[in-house]
């Protein structure tokens, strides 16, 4: 069945495709499709197929029957339009440089999009002033990767995406399909905030240029919407000046009341355009464990700091981490501003540690890591991790019911860094589809683990334990929402969503994809051919 569904789709995208050496020409009638679908590569190379199996979790593989390389959007609509057509409807799913963590982009018997390929990098647009929007942007291909926006804007006219993700190495519409966060989204908002207008093919096969102002529901429902109702194949992302240098600092604290209480203080300076952090996250870590993490290289590796000099053997500590941005020129106002922000907050005596290095080293810090973990075989293995979203009001709940709880303090064997730091509810539009805490101040608590063979942190044993953090939240009553979330049944996405949220996004899905063809890797709604989402409109 597999074989017949590619010499259908061979017949239906493109006037003359090669795979794997056998020429297939398509009846005249479909020839209208145009040059733009010809551009395009449908794959049954088995080392193609075999790349887009599986994704950085390592949960879950699937085999796809084909893999499709477009060369910009008419390649995706042509591809979309003939699954859309087509008597049974196949799954096709946009796969940007295999990040997603339970198999959210395969098509099991279907085809991936490998958004990596495109129009390249001599079709990229140049950076934009608009008086308009009033300020400057920059449109990208969806399968871009984020690094390549940086080092494009930099290079012309010093500029900058305004907000990030911890890794660069990801792509533009698979981030924009979930929210994309950093420490700046206190200050920014997530990814999706920052985004002008979107080119998305839907999942009829139509290419849809939409905006605040123009299509807005498709606009802010794909924003967050994880792939539901279309394929991003272009962004208008918002820049500003990039500064040159960063102050990068962190501090510990043994009373995590007064490491959330003075999180949530440098957050609230951000509004106010004085005197202000310009990045604030925070991780949990052992007594026993290094300052540095698998994230970043903060301390030389010739001089690492060992947590238990410090003489604080509480089990558990929390780690502050902030940044000031600024130019050559301003090191001594940095200074005075940064001696003033940490004069106020309630650290351990002496542990505070500085380091300063270029704006660019400090966005792409998770990268050299990577390259080490590499060299070693510790990069690619299975990934177990849990993301979740924590009301404010309930964090010190979580901290005790997980952190010294079912972690009983031994954060060193978790499997990797717990991330924990807050954002503000206001920063994110509410008309996105992504699902956030009712509460103003919440907190991104993620456990990016590792199940590095050998360890005693095994697979089984780490995904056990986040269910157990799971089990806790929904017993407790926390109020956590997950963030890249893995629900397993429709009843749980339903309650994910809430009541109004998922009764539009079931009409959003109906609308814009109402075969259901899209990104069923999620597993939000019954697969292809379901009697629930077939239609005729």
Known sequence: ??????IMLLFLISPLISTVGLPVEPPAELLQLGDAAG????????????????????????????????RGAGDVAALVRAAYGSARGFRVSARGHGHSISGQAQAPGGVVVDMSHGPGAAARALPAYSPALGGHYVDVWGGDLWVDVLNWTLSHGG????SWTDYLYLSVGGTLSNAGISGQAFHHGPQISNVYELDVVTGKGEVVTCSEAENPDLFFGALGGLGQFGIITRARIALERAPQRVRWIRALYSNFAEFTADQERLISLGAGGGRRFDYVEGFVVAAEGLINNWRSSFFSPQNPVKLSSLKHRSGVLYCLEVTKNYDDGDAASVDQDV????????????TVFTTDLPYVDFLDRVH????KLRAKG???VPHPWLNLFVPASRIADFDRGVFRGILGGRTAGAGGPI??????????????SVVTPDEEVFYLVAFLRSAVPGAPESLEALSRQNQWILD????AGIGAKQYLPNHKAPREWAEHFGAARWERFARLKAEFDPRGILATGQGIFPPPGSPALVSDS
């Open 1 to 6: 069945m597999a074989r017949c569904l590619v």
């Open 39 to 70: 551009r395009g590569r449908l794959s049954v190379d088995a080392s193609d197929v075999r790349e887009a199996s599986g994704d950085f979790g390592g949960l879950a593989r699937a085999e796809p029957a084909a893999v499709f390389q477009p």
């Open 159 to 162: 500029l900058a995406p305004r």
């Open 339 to 350: 001696d003033a922000l940490l004069g106020e907050l309630n650290f351990l005596p002496g």
């Open 368 to 371: 050299k890591a990577e390259l």
């Open 378 to 380: 510790m990069w690619e």
């Open 419 to 432: 991330l924990i730091y807050p954002m503000i509810k206001h920063k994110w539009d509410p008309r996105s």
């Open 472 to 475: 806790f939240c929904a017993e």
